[in-house]
């Protein structure tokens, strides 16, 4: 009974210390995959005029489409942070003392990377496309929203909008341009040119950019030269409509952003290409395997954290976190490949990193029993 209660206690204990390190561990790692966007991020800031509000927006985004690689390795890092201090500090032969085994410290370890996993899978089936989703839908829209970055000074751009614009001055953090010329070709029986002092890029509707961007030309004139005839209007405010078909067509979901319900219905649609099928299924097995490698890291953590006393590991959790995830994520890309290419069994190439990484947890913990 006595017993009973104190692994409870324990378990208790292992969690409330787990909780912390493993949120950290995700501001952590989610910090050092946003530092390798930091010059894409930067680019649309400086160069495209992007507001920060919509800058971090896109962050959130890009952190959202993250988290699937980041959940697993932070789990990692709080089972090896937290077993390592309790072993630096001698609480695992205290544990020991009292009556308790390993088994009364993987049992809570094991909870909490099942619970973990369950939250894992929904986010890498639902969460994760959405944001990847929505980061790609508005990357497609500011292209046409901050399309004056593409103008340069002086300089005739061709096949612009189905446009030639010409532009003595352009500011392109604020889309004002100068001294406009253009020539608009879109009706090729009726083509105009169009002279004008000023112009600036116009959001139809701000919260969704991108929707029904206006070139807004101010004090200008409109010519229009047929064979029978020749015409001249003047104007104080002229609006252009900018479409791009690319951007405004409706965007394919890209592998990344099918959602669990997507992948269903592509598997189970007869009229799915054999090769589209066989990519739908990598993708379901890619990311449920990452989602249960959870499990498997909580198998490890616990073999890996315990199997010394040494002081050096409870300042090192980060780095043994940071070399197995390395060495885990190449076998599971060569497996992605290998899966892709048709070299292996789907289900086998994208399991592969799992299954030995669950067989040399089960090594470390034996070796720690």
């Known amino acids: 009974m006595f017993k009973t209660y104190r692994a409870k206690l324990a378990g208790i204990y292992i969690l409330t210390e787990m909780l912390p390190s493993f949120i950290l561990g995700n501001v952590v790692f989610l910090f050092i995959l946003l530092m390798f966007q930091v010059l894409r991020l930067s680019d649309f800031l400086i160069n495209k005029g992007v507001p920060l509000s919509l800058l971090l927006q896109i962050t959130m985004y890009m952190l959202v489409s993250f988290l699937p690689a980041c959940i697993p390795i932070s789990l990692l890092f709080s089972i090896l942070l937290t077993l390592g201090r309790m072993s630096s500090d001698s609480e695992i032969i205290a544990f020991k003392a009292s009556g308790l085994n390993l088994w009364h410290i993987l049992a809570p370890t094991i909870t909490f990377s099942l619970v973990i996993a369950l939250t894992s899978v929904y986010i890498s089936f639902y969460a994760a496309p959405w944001g990847n989703r929505a980061f790609e839908i508005l990357i497609n829209r500011l292209s046409n929203t901050k399309a004056a970055a593409n103008l340069q000074e002086g300089t005739f751009a061709e096949g612009y909008f189905d446009l030639v614009i010409y532009a003595g001055k352009v500011n392109n953090r604020q889309g004002l341009l100068e001294d406009v010329f253009i020539y608009d070709e879109r009706d090729p029986s009726?083509?105009?040119?169009?002279?004008?002092?000023?112009?600036?890029?116009?959001?139809?509707?701000?919260?969704?950019?991108?929707?029904?961007?206006?070139?807004?030309?101010?004090?200008?004139?409109?010519?229009?030269?047929?064979?029978?005839?020749?015409?001249?209007?003047?104007?104080?405010?002229?609006?252009?409509?900018?479409?791009?078909?690319?951007?405004?067509?409706?965007?394919?979901?890209?592998?990344?952003?099918?959602?669990?319900?997507?992948?269903?219905?592509?598997?189970?649609?007869?009229?799915?290409?054999?090769?589209?099928?066989?990519?739908?299924?990598?993708?379901?097995?890619?990311?449920?395997?990452?989602?249960?490698?959870?499990?498997?890291?909580?198998?490890?953590?616990?073999?890996v954290g315990t199997i010394t006393n040494r002081r050096s590991v409870r300042s090192s959790g980060l780095v043994v976190s940071l070399v197995i995830m390395v060495l885990y994520w190449v076998i599971y890309i060569s497996g992605d490949s290998l899966a892709r290419e048709g070299s292996l069994p789907v289900w086998l190439a994208m399991w592969m990193a799992n299954i030995i990484f669950a067989a040399f947890g089960v090594w470390a913990f034996k070796r720690a029993w």
């Open 190 to 303: 009726n083509p105009i040119t169009i002279i004008s002092e000023e112009g600036k890029l116009v959001e139809a509707d701000p919260d969704f950019p991108g929707r029904g961007v206006t070139l807004r030309l101010l004090n200008g004139n409109i010519h229009k030269n047929s064979e029978k005839n020749y015409a001249k209007v003047d104007f104080q405010t002229y609006d252009i409509s900018l479409s791009n078909a690319s951007a405004d067509a409706i965007m394919e979901k890209s592998p990344p952003s099918l959602t669990l319900d997507d992948i269903r219905l592509g598997l189970n649609n007869p009229l799915t290409k054999e090769e589209q099928r066989h990519s739908l299924l990598v993708e379901f097995h890619k990311r449920l395997s990452l989602a249960a490698a959870c499990l498997v890291f909580g198998l490890l953590g616990v073999g």
